[in-house]
């Protein structure tokens, strides 16, 4: 079974998640974590752990070409990524003032150092998180699935299999309802994403969406009284984003790269995410 093949594009999708979190932070781990270097060093590693990752599962049986990813290096890379950061935030801080103002959540207190704190923890976000997954998620393994699924079929598959990671994640969840509500919310994440990946044919404003999530939480920090009504109300937002960029996506299909029918196929599953909807 080639590596292409969805399944196993999948598992080895999770396997670099896992992965370049192991071999990016790894070399930090000498440093001690109050070194000045460690968080830096960090995120760099988690970086170039996946850029190195995925280049070398695009050169499995049955590759992909490189520019499928998605990292087109032109002038929209950078107003794509702002508008996707915007989106992203906007999204979290809505469903912040609607948490607090429905009480089922406060306003944390004001974090001190103010915007140098702001910007660190955007950096941070964007370089151990937000580009590392996306690239693997929204970049490698949605062109991947778009060899042989049909548009909606590889939106839910890359937003599900991103969101059902997040059962392990460190949150502030604490029964099973909760657990599987920020599993939802992270699936809400992953659609949003894609649908921003669908829309602009790179991964620029999926890395901007991810990066939002964490820009909107500094932006407008909250304190828990009914979590799970807390990730609801998150979930419906970012879901209402996903809508948002799907709906805005340019006519004629978004993919980075041509795209091949698989084996014994005919690429009927092929069609555009202009298509998509008539």
């Given at each position: 079974m080639k590596a292409t093949h969805p399944v196993p594009a999948v598992l080895i999708t999770v396997a670099a998640m896992f992965a370049q979190v192991i071999v990016g932070t790894a070399p930090v781990m000498l440093l001690d974590p109050g070194d000045a270097l460690y968080r830096p060093l960090g995120m760099a590693g988690i970086t170039?752990?996946?850029?190195?990752?995925?280049?070398?599962?695009?050169?499995?049986?049955?590759?992909?070409?490189?520019?499928?990813?998605?990292?087109?290096?032109?002038?929209?890379?950078?107003?794509?990524?702002?508008?996707?950061?915007v989106a992203g935030a906007a999204a979290v801080c809505a469903a912040s003032a609607l948490s607090v103002t429905l009480g089922v959540a406060t306003w944390a207190p004001e974090e001190a150092g103010g915007l140098p704190y702001l910007l660190a923890g955007i950096v941070f976000a964007l370089f151990s998180q937000a580009f590392p997954e996306e690239l693997l998620w929204r970049g490698h393994l949605f062109d991947t699935l778009s060899a042989r699924l049909r548009p909606w079929t590889v939106l839910i598959v890359v937003s599900a299999g991103f969101g059902a990671l997040h059962i392990i994640s460190n949150s502030a969840a604490d029964t099973l309802a909760e657990r599987l509500l920020?599993?939802?919310?992270?699936?809400?994440?992953?659609?949003?994403?894609?649908?921003?990946?669908?829309?602009?044919?790179?991964?620029?404003?999926?890395?901007?969406?991810?990066?939002?999530?964490?820009t909107g939480n500094l932006l407008?920090?909250?304190?828990?009284?009914?979590?799970?009504?807390?990730?609801?109300?998150?979930?419906?937002?970012?879901?209402?984003t996903g809508l948002i960029l799907l709906a805005g996506r340019r006519k004629g299909g978004t993919t980075a790269a041509p795209r091949r029918p698989a084996d014994g196929q005919t690429g009927q599953g092929e069609q555009s995410y202009g298509e998509m909807r008539r």
């Open positions: 170039l752990a996946s850029l190195g990752l995925v280049f070398l599962i695009r050169r499995l049986p049955g590759h992909r070409p490189w520019r499928g990813v998605g990292l087109t290096m032109s002038w929209r890379a950078a107003p794509e990524v702002l508008l996707g950061l920020y599993v939802l919310q992270a699936i809400a994440l992953g659609f949003a994403c894609a649908a921003a990946r669908a829309r602009t044919g790179t991964v620029w404003m999926a890395v901007g969406v991810h990066t939002g999530l964490h407008l920090p909250t304190q828990d009284i009914a979590y799970g009504v807390q990730l609801l109300i998150l979930t419906g937002t970012l879901g209402l």
